[in-house]
């Protein structure tokens, strides 16, 4: 017991302090660059994640499963990580060529894409019950992000690149920590491994399970609209009237937390398919409230994106450590990085970086017809899901023979 709670804090630590370096890079960034004229690379640079998600994690993947540690492969990702963080920042504050600077938030992309399925799977390997056990310990990462999107507000870098150095500051902190944690033991070599295999594009084979599939698509599809949340939603709370808006975003998070507390509980008593349906159903609500328009409205709004994004996603990451075998499981997590913060933040980011455009005018942005429309091809999410999830029980019904 005493080892096992030692474990989970180990693990808990990890979770808290990578997600600290998240926040302070991800939710300031479009502050940052629409305050040093760069508003024209916005869309590109969050889809900068989208586009090394097509790259990064299954090749990671494939090494933490068959060739190397996933602890020593997340320590040299975050010292990268840090490294190319503070270079962007540092080009931004002296306003390099904005492709230049493109181009560098790309390597940190490259570099950060991979780290959240990797430690996702350090954290899996550990537990007993996962179905139990993760929604907890994930929510402190969440607390870590809420850490420390408060300490960039409450240092008045909201729009400033300071958030940047000090995101890479606790990068750095997330390498030392590996040290900290007992290396895992990599498999035997395989010499014979194709190119295919060691690249990791082999995992593609789990989209011939049907209901791996759907999910696999209902996160992708699922992740375009939600790709407006931070480049979008700051924006409008400026509009409204709101300062410090990377700790106003934070909102969510605190539901992410109880949702994650609670999320045992679902598991325990639900169909995962009915707690994943009840969060893209939180969705549908929380873009329609948001079309509103109204400060006490898109407040409301935020506090449900985390309960919708954890009964959705964090489950999601549950039901591949289940239904997916041990030797698989590292790249399960990496392929639903590359379908999810890939594809679906790929189309997203620039295609809602589009529908804003065509929203917006002289007279300011429809924020009703912009939220309202993501609302509805959210509530489509929803239906095909409902319409194409079967579940286990389903599958062993199929199995057995009527008489």
């Not at 690149?161 to 070599?189: E, K, N, Q, R």
Request: with cysteine; glycine share 8%.
């Amino acid at each position: 017991m005493k080892k096992s709670l030692i474990e989970h804090l180990e693990i808990a630590v990890l979770f808290l302090i990578q997600g600290a370096a998240m926040g302070m890079w991800f939710v300031p960034l479009g502050s940052v660059l629409d305050a040093h004229g760069l508003h024209g690379i916005k869309s590109f640079a969050f889809a900068t994640s989208a586009v090394a998600a097509f790259i990064s994690p299954l090749f990671f993947g494939a090494m933490a499963d068959r060739h190397t540690s996933p602890v020593k492969v997340l320590r040299g990702l975050s010292i990268a990580t840090a490294l190319a963080m503070a270079l962007a920042s540092y080009a931004i504050a002296n306003a390099w060529n904005p492709s230049l600077i493109l181009g560098i938030i790309l390597l940190h992309a490259l570099c950060s894409t991979p780290t959240w399925s990797l430690t996702s799977t350090i954290c899996f390997a550990r537990l007993t019950d996962a179905k139990r056990q993760f929604g907890p310990i994930r929510a402190v990462a969440t607390m870590g992000w809420m850490t420390g999107c408060w300490g960039v507000s409450l240092l008045n870098a909201d729009a400033s690149p300071h958030a940047g150095y000090i995101g890479a500051v606790t990068w750095l902190a997330v390498a030392s920590f590996t040290f900290v944690l007992p290396a895992m033991d990599p498999p035997a070599s395989n010499n014979s491994l194709t190119l295919r295999e060691r690249f990791g594009f082999d995992a593609l084979s789990l989209f011939k399970n049907r209901d791996h599939r759907v999910v696999f698509i209902t996160a992708t599809l699922f992740n375009i609209p939600l790709a407006a949340f931070y480049p979008c939603t700051p924006q409008q709370l400026n509009g409204l009237g709101f300062t410090h808006t990377t700790a106003w975003m934070t909102l969510g998070q605190i539901t992410e937390i109880i949702a994650m507390f609670a999320l045992a509980g679902l598991l325990t008593h639900w169909r995962l398919k009915w707690v994943i349906a009840t969060g893209l159903a939180f969705g549908v609500l929380r873009f329609a409230l948001c079309a509103i328009d109204e400060a006490a409205w898109v407040l409301i709004s935020i506090t449900l994106h985390g309960v919708s994004y954890t009964l959705v996603y964090i489950t999601a990451q549950i039901y591949l450590d289940e239904r997916v075998s041990a030797q698989w499981r590292a790249r399960a997590q990496a392929l639903f990085t590359l379908v999810v913060g890939g594809v679906g933040s790929l189309v997203g980011y620039i295609g809602t970086g589009a529908w804003l455009a065509a929203n917006t005018g002289t007279t300011g942005t429809r924020w009703g017809f912009f939220w309202g429309g993501l609302s509805l091809l959210t509530a489509a999410v929803l239906i095909f899901f409902l319409c194409s999830y079967r579940g286990r029980s389903a599958e062993k019904a199929a199995t057995i023979p009527t008489p």
